[in-house]
């Protein structure tokens, strides 16, 4: 299989910008996960064995590409809105971008205080849940959940 990317890129470009474009509504997001998708292609090509048809091959990066994407939107949308709790944006602000000092107060949580809150406030787990994916008592998720909420809390109201 000898194929350039360029010639891949030519052949493929509309049926990525199609399945791209049913994944994300937003032009911009459609934008930024079309080039996602072909910059993993390109990172991949080399790697191509051709035991699928290079339409499947694509197609299959771009459909992991873009769960991935939603995934990490979702999330990242999740925390903008347990973020909100502590006032420190509406969880409606469309204006605001996600960047690292938004993820600062977290880094200020023990791994195990972060751990609950990011599985009980982002992943909406239930207590008894986060009680059994760590094996602790049930007593202990909420001592860190509260705990957690409330370095989360202070940190904003610091920097904010």
């Not at 609950?116 to 202990?140: F, H, K, R, W, Y």
Request: glycine share 4%.
């Amino acid at each position: 299989m000898d194929m350039s990317f360029s010639q891949i890129y030519d052949e493929q470009k509309s049926m990525v910008w199609g399945l791209v474009s049913r994944y994300v509504p937003l032009k911009q997001d459609r934008e930024d996960l079309y080039q996602e998708v072909f910059l993993k292609v390109f990172r991949s090509l080399k790697h191509f064995r051709g035991e699928a048809s290079v339409k499947t091959w694509v197609y299959r990066i771009t459909v992991n590409t873009s769960l991935s994407y939603l995934k990490k939107k979702k999330r990242n949308e999740a925390l903008m809105s347990a973020l909100s709790v502590f006032n420190v944006f509406s969880a409606d602000d469309k204006q605001i971008e996600l960047d690292e000092d938004v993820f600062k107060p977290l880094g200020k949580l023990n791994p195990r205080q972060r751990m609950v809150l990011i599985l009980a406030d982002i992943e909406d787990q239930s207590l008894d849940n986060i009680a059994d994916m760590l094996n602790v008592p049930v007593g202990t998720v909420k001592s860190n959940l509260h705990r957690a909420r409330e370095i989360v809390k202070k940190e904003l109201e610091k920097n904010g």
